[in-house]
């Protein structure tokens, strides 16, 4: 079956626009993550969706970053105002369920890489 | 605060040779773990994973790792790497409960020299 997608695949910005970043997770999967992976911090957990809601939205770096996950299926991360720094490969994954349900285990798709110029 | 470590950050092996990467997790209780490979440009493949029970787990492409309560380590072995082994490995924990995040070590890059 189809694994995680995500578009685009790459994305170039210059600073102070906004993007949005999108991800098809696998089907039948509840779960939905968004991770950065960037060489200064390593792979960091961004914001987690259980269905359509956010129980963990710590991991979100400032206000300018948001995401909402609608018919429990694809997310849309938007990032407002870019700044260099936000410049990383994003990355989302999906699992079956959450821990406490047996389904931790999380896919990963192949990642947006963005770059604010 | 919980944290995995991979004190390695770059190994270099021979092509047949043997490899063991080094994975440690400080939690408060025994957490889920987990192995991903990242080749470049690509998103992260899961090779193998830990949730409890035998702690000799075997996973995708002739790897697999060994889980030590004692020493808090999940370390991923092959017995000989083959040259399309070269990428980089992440070792990820999940809290059992609650917590929904992976944390992630910092990466070790394998390079295979012929």
């Known amino acids: 079956g189809a694994g995680v997608s995500q578009s685009p695949s790459n994305k170039v910005t210059e600073k102070g626009k906004d993007v949005e970043l999108r991800c098809d997770p696998i089907?039948?999967?509840?779960?939905l993550y968004w991770y950065r992976q960037s060489l200064g911090q390593g792979l960091e957990f961004l914001i987690y969706f259980q269905g359509n809601s956010a129980p963990d939205k710590s991991g979100l770096p400032s206000d300018r970053f948001s995401a909402e996950r609608t018919g429990g299926s694809v997310s849309t991360l938007t990032i407002q105002r870019t700044q260099q720094e936000d410049s990383a490969v994003y990355l989302c994954a999906s699992s079956f369920g959450t821990s406490g349900q047996g389904g931790e285990t999380q896919y990963f798709g192949p990642g947006t890489r963005l770059l604010v110029l | 605060a919980q944290s995995v470590t991979q004190p390695d950050i770059h190994i270099t092996v021979s092509e047949g040779a043997s490899l063991e990467l080094r994975c440690n997790y400080s939690?408060?209780?025994?957490?889920?773990l987990f192995w991903y490979v990242q080749s470049p440009g690509q998103g992260l493949q899961l090779l193998l994973k830990?949730?409890?029970?035998?702690?000799l787990v075997q996973g995708i492409k002739g790897f697999e790792a060994e889980f030590k309560r004692s020493q808090s380590s999940f370390n991923l072995r092959k017995p000989s790497v083959h040259w399309s082994d070269a990428a980089e490995y992440f070792c990820?924990?999940?809290?059992?409960?609650?917590?929904?995040?992976?944390?992630f070590g910092t990466g070790t890059r394998l390079t295979i020299i012929p």
């Open positions: 830990y949730f409890s029970g035998d702690t």
């Open positions: 990820a924990a999940l809290s059992n409960f609650g917590n929904e995040k992976l944390t």
């Open positions: 939690y408060g209780a025994t957490p889920y």
């Open positions: 089907s039948g999967h509840t779960a």
